[in-house]
């Protein structure tokens, strides 16, 4: 099946999962139904159109402007997010029916999306792909592009191992094998390191760390979005000055770093309130309390009204009138004077992930592969992404249960080192390099394709000698007939 249909396959899909989100009753199903849903094709197959539709030396910012526009969209959706929390009852069904616009714009655009030149050439549609290549390219001369472009796919079409499954291919293949390794890698390592977690419960953990306000905490999840959105901006000027490696290592760094000040401002809201934590991780009960300045008085656990959340089921927190001066009833919430720290963290969190470890896996995995395992290797890799996105979001506030709040973003934390280590051991660069050189930077073992990263800045001229790629210095081009 062709991009083009893949991509119309998610428009349909879109369409019949707004349907879903109006007709099941509450989110909770809407969730259930959601998991089992095809998900992520969009995912997979944009990243890899883009790159093979993009010049080098425009791929990395043009693949990383998509995570710019998703995360333009998360922003948009939580300013709409916060505009519906006014409405008491479905709120969420409207929020999420009004999805259905930006997939019928997206309808319109994809009637004038042309296939890719290189998936043409592949399809032996010749004509059409010097037709497409020349009206992307603009005014500028393809002959050499096409060429290169051509004679690659009839090299890999020799040296692929013929016919067979290509998930098998790609196994036994050495260099495919290594860029599977580190692309589904760096998808796994940006879900462990809690991206999505930040995502889904901002507002929770915004609440958690002491935000009275349902509403006031939604606005200030979006806070967190921004941070996203620009930073994203900001890895699309840094992608093609400072490259995919650099800019990945310094990223899940940053991350790290801010993970642990997150667990930190949980720690020390922990401290005081130890008392407080198995209350305000149980749906059924809030906590009424007195307060003095930062202090907390006459304090108890109270089990929470069943008509309505607002008030306790009994005692001085069970209705506005009982409510004394200095009274509060905390529900979903935790009073406590650290939510500076938190937000902080947060923000920071978001400041270091967006440029690199947010669009960087997706950029990468469209550049390694070659073409007759590039669909496949993004499709493992988007798995990889989904698998790890889900299994992090169903477990985050089981682990905040067991472990605390602090002691699940502490375990963030020690998954986004892991990745720094993976990441710097592995990663070669790939920036300014056509797609079809791009395979014999996986040639050499596995740990030692991070090495490559020292070729950056030299002139490299890469040929074929027997179905294989190989590259010659500056000195020994010379030699080369």
């Not at 099946?1 to 019949?16: A, G, I, Q, T």
């Not at 592949?122 to 020349?134: D, H, I």
């Not at 907390?296 to 004394?324: I, P």
Request: glycine fraction near 8%.
């Amino acid at each position: 099946m062709d991009k083009m249909c893949f991509l119309l396959y998610k428009l349909v899909s879109r369409h019949l999962e707004v349907l879903l989100q109006l007709i099941v009753p509450t989110p909770n199903r809407l969730l259930s139904l959601s998991v089992l849903y095809c998900i992520g094709i969009a995912s997979m197959t944009v990243p890899v159109y883009i790159a093979e539709a993009s010049p080098p030396h425009l791929r990395g910012q043009l693949v990383t402007v998509n995570t710019l526009f998703i995360t333009g969209g998360q922003f948009t959706a939580s300013l709409i997010d916060g505009a519906f929390s006014y409405l008491r009852h479905d709120g969420w069904r409207y929020m999420l029916g009004l999805s259905v616009l930006p997939a019928v714009l997206q309808f319109m655009g994809f009637l004038f999306l042309p296939e890719s030149p290189r998936w043409l050439i592949q399809r032996g549609l010749t004509q059409k792909a010097r037709r497409v290549l020349s009206q992307i390219r603009g005014n500028q001369n393809i002959d050499e592009e096409y060429d290169s472009i051509k004679n690659s796919i009839e090299e890999e079409e020799k040296d692929s191992g013929g016919d067979g499954l290509v998930i098998w291919r790609m196994l036994t293949y050495p260099p495919t094998r290594r860029a599977l390794v580190v692309g589904c890698g760096l998808q796994m390592f940006q879900q462990l390191s809690g991206i999505n977690t930040v995502m889904y419960y901002s507002a929770t953990i915004l609440q958690m760390s002491g935000v009275r306000d349902d509403r006031l905490a939604i606005w200030l999840a979006g806070l967190t979005t921004l941070t996203n959105f620009l930073f994203t901006l900001l890895g699309v000027w840094l992608v093609e000055r400072v490259g995919r490696r650099k800019l990945t290592l310094g990223s899940i760094i940053g991350t790290c770093f801010s993970l642990s000040l997150l667990a930190i401002g949980f720690l020390m809201s922990a401290q005081h309130i130890l008392y407080l934590q198995p209350c305000m991780l149980d749906p059924g009960c809030g906590f009424c309390y007195r307060e003095n300045g930062s202090a907390l008085l006459t304090s108890s656990c109270v089990t929470v009204n069943k008509a309505s959340t607002e008030h306790a089921a009994w005692g001085r927190c069970s209705n506005s009138t009982l409510m004394r001066d200095q009274t509060y009833w905390a529900y979903n919430y935790c009073p406590t004077s650290f939510s500076w720290l938190v937000l902080l963290g947060l923000v920071l969190y978001l400041a270091a992930f967006a440029p690199g470890m947010g669009p960087m896996p997706w950029t990468i995995n469209s550049e390694i592969y070659p073409l007759w395992a590039r669909s496949t290797g993004n499709a493992c890799a988007a798995g990889v992404n989904w698998t790890f996105n889900i299994l992090v979001s169903l477990t985050f506030l089981h682990l905040a249960q067991y472990i605390t709040y602090y002691g699940a973003f502490f375990l963030y934390s020690s998954m986004a080192l892991l990745g720094f280590v993976f990441t710097y051991g592995c990663l070669p660069e790939t920036k300014s390099r056509r797609l079809e050189e791009i395979e014999a930077l996986f040639e050499n073992h596995l740990c030692s394709c991070g090495a490559s990263d020292s070729d950056e800045g030299r002139q490299v001229e890469y040929i074929r000698v027997k179905g294989s790629n190989y590259h010659l210095s500056d000195n020994d081009a010379s030699d080369v007939d």
